[in-house]
């Protein structure tokens, strides 16, 4: 169960430099509703995953008769072609002219009149239409869901899968809730952080997972 549960939570470790989930979840969290808003928001988003996350291993499971499945050709390729995808990407991010005049989305000026009810369809929906993310965390979850490992344990390292692939929405609600005097000043500090180096993050953030899912597959094939 261990190397499993290891190798899952290092793909599912991409989660984490989600730049545009932590911006929205900061933003919900410094807007007039506060830690309801950017509490919502990460509940509906964690829970998605994990009812996402969940679904696909026990379908997986009972698509193989509960026997135990040899992943073959099929998980070394699909790591190698996601890992492929994030390399492309970089590249293309590499490639992009940078952008003197950088206007903030839409939903930065709606921010405030989202209530908390609608900050959670909203974190669900979001996991559910950035198919970039899903598709890291599906294929983080694809050891698992290839794995010999009995349903309960699959399902368990699936809620951890899920549980780290959301802390870039989870952790700052933490620290809004650890640090209630100073937690929008350590927020916005981090969000600028984050809008400075988005260029530098959106090239640096899929190569670096990219070469580990190509690197990965590459080990999977010997």
Known sequence: ?????????????????SAGSITLVILLLISDRGWQ???????GYTTAYTVIGV??????????????VKP???????????????LWLSLR?????????QEEPRFFSIVDKITPPKAFGFGAMVS???FKNLALFLTALSVVILSDLHITEKIVITLLAALVFCLS???????????????KDLL????????????????LAPLVFGLLFLTKGITELR
């Not at 169960?1 to 430099?17: D, E, R, T, W």
């Not at 073959?72 to 994030?86: A, D, R």
């Not at 991010?93 to 005049?101: D, F, G, I, L, Y």
């Not at 916005?188 to 090239?203: A, E």
């Open 37 to 43: 808003n950017g509490l919502g928001y990460a509940l």
């Open 55 to 68: 679904s696909a291993v026990v379908l997986g499971y009972r698509a193989t008769g509960n026997n135990a």
């Open 72 to 86: 073959g050709l099929l998980l070394p390729i699909l790591l190698m072609v996601f890992g492929t995808l994030l």
């Open 188 to 203: 916005n500090s981090i969000k600028q952080t984050l809008n400075r180096h988005s260029r530098t993050i959106g090239i």
């Open 1 to 17: 169960m261990l190397p499993v549960l290891i190798q899952a939570l290092v793909l599912a470790s991409a989660g984490l430099l």
């Open 169 to 183: 929405v989870i952790i700052p609600v933490i620290i809004y809730v650890a640090f209630p005097k100073h937690a």
């Open 128 to 130: 559910v239409v950035n």
């Open 93 to 101: 991010n590499w490639r992009k002219p940078v952008s003197e005049n």
